[in-house]
């Protein structure tokens, strides 16, 4: 049995001759690969595994013809598709079937980077130097001086050269197979079917990216008989496209890939899925004096951890029953820009999760304090590095703070620590959360890195005692 | 002892052979020669043979492009076949009529209780994927979708799945259409430009029936724009994605949490429609962190009998997009359309917020939903009846939650991150629904990367409030006016 269709009822519905017919031009060499590479399909008993990706140009309908898992692809495309189906089903035959517009114009970048990642599919190449299916337009591989129908005065300067794809395809690591084949007489035939064929034994033994590029015959567009043609490609062609191999190792294979997981404990935990209740400590929603949805501003540069105590404090929320968010900022440097967040915590719903005008801001640095201080809301909270802001800006609406959380980060030893200080007197100066429900988030946030919690601990505590020391001393 | 045996000879079949003549020189017996009449059934000239000194080489048979042309021999002529009758059947059909494949259905496989996550909306979104049974990714780093793409980079081999950073967005999609065209899950994170890149895909993906969700952060443009929150892409997500009759259900999550839920849903619908699906968010909402419920379930997919899997039982499956005849691809659009029909008639989703004793309606999707909520509040705090219609499907636009309430509004306030493109949607959507008399259209739109405020919102609703429905017709010569003016 052979792997080309009984009947071609997807040309034209199978219609009169159609039904047993290619709809190739007479002495078209696609006919010839289709055949070859028909017979490795089955002479290597690959039929049942086999999907193959039709380009877009001749050999767009080639599913007409092979009957096999088929599946048809944008113009360029092919490999990118082919690598989509090897990863889906590891033990598919992929092979991408392209001609010369579709792979070396528009498709450069899918295929370099499918032959560079590697992955067992078979690559088949078919070069004529020309676009067939638009008609006789100047390809990539377009030998200079040729006159086509783009390129009516002959292939010239503006219109590059010609491109050796199996040469810059041996280039990269990744491939284990590059030959150059052609079909013009009965010797060039058997390589090349031996090539196809190779080609697939080595995808069936995963050992990686084969591709053969095959020189062909164009009669129609080259306007020349079959015959002519045949030997157009041996003078034109192969002396610039030389035949042979190009390039041939023999790696281990692939490792066999095991089956995607879907076992419910291991999804829990890999998304990060705790089992159990976290532990309350609030009673009810705090009576801050800011009404059921607080709006927190944290602002400084990039590296002074302000989007980390957003997030410690929004967890302790969400653990505590209650509804938060944080919406972070930076400028566009990676490192030292500035780096602002806005948090929400809720006793149901937060409804808007920005803080253009906030109940409580952390500052960190002078600037940081400067743009945010006259947003608070009157009656609000600021509390910020004293270490750093030494004349801070008049703020006679709102409850101030000074804490020198650099300092006593300093002071524990570890300066990274400061953001963990202002968590401290963010808790001591709103009493949002209770003390214990954000050192349940510090602590979770150190689970693998127990080494550090007596410091974060000791450095939470320092900042709450800091600013009840500045209530104790206002009240005297 | 030696055995001999006859190797067979070849059989032309004259009407398969286009004369092309690349037999004659093949033969090193000269047994071929070209022919000299005309084939009644093709106008071409076969080739002539005269096998009396072929030893049976086959030479010529490997220089035949032609499946059928030279034959092995052959004890009846394939021409003698019935002739097939050609009909209304298009390339769809045939392939149905050869499927042997029978669809493996999902499985919902129960989660133990956990408690609620505190992640952004991207995390969200990329959690949501590993719980519908995603296992493969394929993706192209842009800010600011990206933290999605690193994330399942992390985990996706932790459940040996596929994460593949692909050279390009026109590589991702089609990677999509390959895994996809396997029949399995599989999805992508991008941002506004990559989206761009991605039309080509979604067109042939649509076209050739081939699920995959594509979550698109939206940021500021037109060109590379910047990185800010926008929602500049409703056009191209609900004009219809890429060249040709095409159309996705497009998801506009609000939260974190619906961030995980409509990405779940988005694979389900997927692959019940056999289609693109779109979850369009924004930039902000992207990185909004917030509490998110983990479902009491996740998705062990199945296999759908129409995948090319490379497998004997998918091998008759074909996925294209090219219909070469005309009558063919007009049946397969009106395939399409009358799917369409089905996603409007079945999945309009909204949430109504305060909207039963509401005269003024806001409109709002994503994060701009979320300030609109907060203006609700604000405004009724202020004693006016404000409410928020807020579509969760931008695509179809959910005009039926949206019909009856409209009559008792006063105004209505469109808010969006763009410049009119939700705006255009619903005034669609209003037109499709022959409600040619809705009550005024005001609109807080911002752009470049700047959300609409609260206090935007709030003043645009008590102006659009304080005009009484019979200064209608006078406050529309006058933005007339003003428009002239201006």
Known sequence: ???????????????????HATHYCPGCGHG?????????????????????????????????????????????RAPAVAVGH???????????????????????????????MGLPITVIFVNNAIYGMTGGQMAPTTPMGLKTATSPGGRGRYDGSPMRMAELIAQLDAPVYVERVALYDAKQRVKAHKAITKGLKLQEERRGFSFIEVLAECPTHLKLTPAAAEQWVKDKMVPLFPLGVIKDISPEPWPE????????????????????EAQKFARGFAETGFGADVAIKLAGAGGDGAQTTALLLARAAIQEGFDATHIPSYGPESRGGTSYADVHVAASEVLSPAAPHPHVLVAFNAPSLAKFG??????????????????????????????????IAQELGAIVVKNVVALGALQAATGLLPKESLLQAVRQALEHKPQFLALNEQAFERGVQAVEALKRAEIH | MAQTRERPKPVLHPDFCKGCGRCIESCPKHCIEAGTEIDGATGLIPVQLRLDSCNGCSLCLEACPEPYGLDHESPEPRSSEPPHIPGTENLVAIAAKRRVAETIPDVRVPMPALRPLVVKGTYASAIGALLAGCRHFFGYPITPSTDGAELMAKLLPELEGHFVQAVSEVATINHMYGTGGAGLRCMTFTSSPGFSLMLEGLSYMIGAEIPGVVVDVMRAGPGLGNIGPEQGDIKIACRGPGHGTTQTLVYA?????????????????????????????????????????????????????????????????????????????????????????????????????????????????????????????????????????????????????LAPVLPRMKAVVVVEASNGQ??????????????????PITNVRHYGGIMPQMNEIVACARAAHEATPSRRTRETEAEAAARVLS
């Open chain 2, 253 to 401: 999550p609000a939260t974190p949490q619906e961030m995980l839920d409509l990405t779940m849903l988005a694979f389900d619908k997927a692959f019940e429609y056999r289609n693109p699906v779109l979850v369009a968010c924004d930039g902000y909402l992207g990185q909004i962190t917030g509490r998110v419920d983990l479902p009491s379930y996740m998705v062990k997919p199945g296999l759908p009998d129409w995948a090319v899997w490379g497998d004997a039982a998918h091998r008759p499956n074909l996925h294209t997009s090219i219909l070469l005849n005309e009558a063919d691809q007009e049946a397969h659009n009106v395939k399409l359309l009358a799917k369409y029909a089905q996603m409007i008639d079945r999945e309009q989703r909204a949430d109504l917020y305060e909207t039963d004793d509401a005269d003024v309606l806001i409109v709002a999707a994503n994060t701009p939903a979320r300030t609109a909520k907060g203006a609700v509040a604000v405004l009724r705090k202020q004693g006016i009846k404000a409410g928020l219609f807020r579509p969760i499907t931008l695509w179809p636009f959910p005009i039926r939650a």
């Open chain 1, 1 to 19: 049995m052979s792997v080309f269709y009984e009947r071609f009822d997807r040309h034209d519905h199978g219609q009169g001759l159609k039904a």
């Open chain 1, 86 to 116: 090897k990863l889906a089903n590891p033990n598919s035959i992929v092979i991408s079937y392209q001609g010369d517009g579709d792979l070396a114009s528009i498709g450069l970048a899918e295929i370099f980077h499918a032959a560079n």
């Open chain 1, 32 to 76: 010839l690969v289709h055949k070859y590479l028909g017979e490795a399909i089955q002479s290597l008993g690959l039929q049942d595994r086999t999907v193959l990706v039709s380009p877009v140009g001749c050999t767009v309908f080639m599913y007409y013809y092979m009957d096999v898992g088929n599946t048809q692809a944008a113009h360029g």
């Open chain 2, 422 to 439: 939700l705006e255009d949607e619903l005034r669609l959507a209003l037109s499709h629904a022959d409600l040619h008399a809705p009550p």
């Open chain 1, 374 to 407: 006259p947003t608070v809301v009157p009656g609000g909270v600021v509390v910020y590095d004293k270490t750093v802001i030494a004349e801070p800006p008049p703020l006679p609406h709102v409850k101030v703070f000074a804490v020198p959380f650099a300092q």
């Open chain 1, 257 to 276: 890939q095991p089956e995607p997981c879907f076992d419910a404990a291991r999804v829990a935990d890999v998304i990060g899925g705790a089992t159990g």
